[in-house]
């Protein structure tokens, strides 16, 4: 078993920064892959970020790519995702996510274990 707790989002200005946290507790969680989900207001849940156990490779969706970026401290138990060069299209309830032996990193059913999320707002 694996909880996780998300902390980090906020309100930000376009082109503004924020550092999302992802901490976990449980046992072996180094042994879990962890990716990075949102889902603004009235859409789907939808890929962001995915992070190996090993802490390579890294994945990302394209809308993110060259902005985010994924990475991993496993003697602190926790995820991170930096978010730079932020739109108002990040808008939304970020949640991470971890699962021990995965075959898509991309999908949401994938996952079995899901912190509560944090909200992160980009003012235009």
């Known amino acids: 078993q694996v909880q996780l707790v998300e902390s980090g989002g906020g309100l930000v200005q376009a082109g503004g920064s924020l550092r999302l946290s992802c901490a976990a507790s449980?046992?072996?969680?180094?042994?879990?892959?962890t990716a990075w989900f949102r889902q603004a207001l009235g859409k789907e849940r939808e890929f962001v970020a995915a992070?190996?156990?090993?802490?390579?490779?890294?994945y990302y969706a394209d809308s993110v790519k060259g902005r985010f970026t994924i990475s991993r401290d496993n003697a602190k138990n926790t995820v991170y995702l930096q978010m730079n060069s932020l739109k108002p299209e990040d808008t939304a309830v970020y949640y991470c996510?971890?699962?021990?032996?995965?075959?898509?990193?991309?999908?949401?059913?994938?996952?079995?274990?899901w912190g509560q999320g944090t909200q992160v707002t980009v003012s235009s």
């Open positions: 992070i190996s156990w090993s802490g390579s490779p890294t």
């Open positions: 996510a971890a699962q021990l032996r995965i075959r898509n990193l991309y999908a949401v059913h994938e996952y079995n274990y």
């Open positions: 449980g046992r072996s969680f180094n042994s879990y892959h």
